[in-house]
């Protein structure tokens, strides 16, 4: 789906991403785990998972649908954590950044078929051999072209996306003992939203 060497640097940044956040899963499984942390390592290692899988593999309607459906659930349980009264307005402004990229999330899986829609495309009867198949030389631009109102709303998360690297990279030089779990969201970010904009450019 993306031209190289992008689709091999988002598979490690995102493999990078999921191996950390299975890994912050399993040493802190324990009853005394906060319920959001763990809501939010669960749902950026699913993210990543699903991210590489959308680089290298056309996942079909009912599997895009499932993701949707999935990443939708988990953005509620996001915000219900992040609506309690409990929580602290710092770890509310984590949580609503969560929810806001989970948002952008299923964005990128319901519109991709608009997104996509001024990539070039193999001209060999469109079939997908490959997510390279864009570079060979009979490679053509299809008729239709991403409508503007979802060129508007995709850059308009890409900011998102720079403004939740921006927020956690002041939580990075606020934090002390957790700066490997910041920087792992600063990547998701990162990652996020250079695939938007890979795939509407």
């Given at each position: 789906m993306l031209a190289s060497p992008w689709d091999w640097i988002l598979t490690v940044l995102f493999a990078s991403t999921g191996v950390y956040c299975l890994w912050h899963l399993s040493a802190s499984?324990?009853?005394s785990a906060v319920g959001p942390n763990r809501a939010v390592d669960v749902l950026h290692a699913?993210?990543?998972?699903?991210m590489i899988v959308m680089i290298w593999v056309p996942t079909?309607?009912?599997?895009?649908w499932v993701q949707i459906v999935a990443f939708g659930v988990m953005g509620i349980v996001i915000a219900?954590?992040?609506s309690a009264k409990a929580i602290p307005s710092g770890a509310r402004v984590d949580l609503g950044i969560h929810v806001l990229l989970t948002g952008a999330m299923v964005w990128m899986l319901?519109?991709?078929?608009?997104m996509m829609s001024g990539v070039p495309v193999s001209g060999t009867g469109g079939s997908h051999d490959g997510h390279g198949s864009s570079s060979a030389p009979d490679a053509v631009t299809v008729s239709a072209e991403t409508p503007a109102w979802v060129l508007l709303v995709t850059w308009a998360l890409v900011v998102l996306c720079v403004i939740a690297m921006g927020w956690w990279a002041y939580r990075f030089s606020r934090e002390r003992t957790h700066r490997s779990h910041v920087m792992c969201h600063i990547g998701m970010a990162l990652g996020m939203g250079v695939m938007l904009a890979?795939?509407?450019?």
């Open positions: 499984w324990d009853r699913v993210m990543s998972v699903s079909g309607s009912v599997g895009t219900g954590y992040a319901a519109a991709m078929p608009l890979l795939m509407i450019s």
